[in-house]
C-alpha cells in the first residue's frame, strides 16, 4: 500500500470547517483512499472512502485532486466531539485480505 | 445489530500468566483482524483470520501470542507469560468482503 503524508496536528475552532490533508504521492490506480478517526480510548471509528470522485456523506466530506496524489477530509461544522486522531490510509480496493496500514494520523484538537 | 463487541474492556495480569482476549465480529462477518496499540503509539497490525483459518499474521510476535478463530464462538488473542511490555489496547476488526472494517471498543491489558 502507498504511504501517506498527514500533519501531525491541528487546531480549528468549534462551528467552523476543519480541513484536514493527506498527501498520497505514490498511490496506485487501483487504491482507494479511506480516512478513519480514533476518539481518545477508543476503536476506530470509519468516516468515508473515495476512488477518484470526491465523496460526501452524513459526517463529512473528501475532495481528491484530480491526479489524485493528495486529499483533504472536510468535517463541515466542527464540534468539540469531533477532538481524535484522524488516519488517512491508502488501501488496494475493498478487499477484505487487504489490511488497513495505520500511519501516525493528524490529532485534531477542536477548541471552544 | 450489534457491533463488533471485545471482553473483557479491561485486563489486569502479574507478570508470567496468560491474558485471552475476545473478540466476536459483526453478525455476517467471517474476516477478523487484530490491531495492538502501545501507549501514545499507533496502531499495529497483528494477524488476520477468517473462521478456522490464519490468513496473515506477519504483525504478531514469534513467540507468546497466538490466535485463532474456531468455527463456532468468538476469536481468540492469547498471549501467553505476559510482560510489561505487553501492556496495550488490543483491537479487533471484523469485515466481510466488500466491506469496509468495523472496528471494537478495545480490550486494555496492563500486566503489574
Known amino acids: 500500500d502507498a504511504k501517506t503524508t498527514q500533519p501531525p496536528s491541528m487546531d480549528c475552532a468549534e462551528g467552523r470547517a476543519a480541513n484536514l490533508p493527506c498527501n498520497h504521492s505514490?498511490?496506485?490506480?487501483?487504491?482507494?483512499v479511506y480516512w478513519y478517526r480514533q476518539i481518545h480510548s477508543q476503536g476506530p471509528q470509519y468516516i468515508i472512502h473515495?476512488?477518484?470522485n470526491n465523496e460526501t456523506n452524513e459526517m463529512a466530506s473528501l475532495i481528491i485532486t484530480e491526479d489524485r496524489k493528495s486529499s483533504t477530509l472536510i468535517l463541515p461544522h466542527a464540534t468539540l466531539r469531533d477532538t481524535a486522531v484522524y488516519y488517512c490510509?491508502?488501501?488496494?480496493?475493498?478487499?477484505?485480505?487487504?489490511?488497513?496500514?495505520f500511519g501516525g494520523g493528524t490529532r485534531l484538537m477542536v477548541k471552544p | 445489530n450489534a457491533g463488533v463487541m471485545q471482553n473483557p474492556r479491561h485486563l489486569v495480569r502479574r507478570r508470567g500468566q496468560e491474558a485471552r482476549l475476545r473478540c466476536s465480529p459483526m453478525?455476517?462477518?467471517?474476516?477478523v483482524y487484530w490491531y495492538r496499540q502501545l501507549p501514545e503509539e499507533g496502531l499495529k497490525f497483528m494477524v488476520y483470520?477468517?473462521?478456522?483459518?490464519?490468513?496473515?499474521e506477519s504483525g504478531m510476535p514469534k513467540e507468546r501470542f497466538s490466535a485463532e478463530f474456531p468455527k463456532e464462538g468468538p476469536s481468540i488473542l492469547r498471549i501467553q507469560q505476559v510482560v510489561r511490555g505487553d501492556s496495550a489496547a488490543y483491537f479487533c476488526?471484523?469485515?466481510?468482503?466488500?466491506?469496509?472494517?468495523?472496528f471494537g471498543s478495545g480490550t486494555r491489558l496492563t500486566v503489574v
Open positions: 483470520l477468517q473462521k478456522e483459518n490464519i490468513i496473515d
Open positions: 505514490t498511490i496506485s490506480g487501483n487504491e482507494y
Open positions: 453478525k455476517g462477518h467471517s474476516h
Open positions: 490510509i491508502v488501501r488496494v480496493g475493498n478487499n477484505a485480505g487487504n489490511m488497513l496500514t
Open positions: 473515495g476512488l477518484k
Open positions: 476488526a471484523s469485515s466481510q468482503q466488500g466491506d469496509g472494517y468495523t
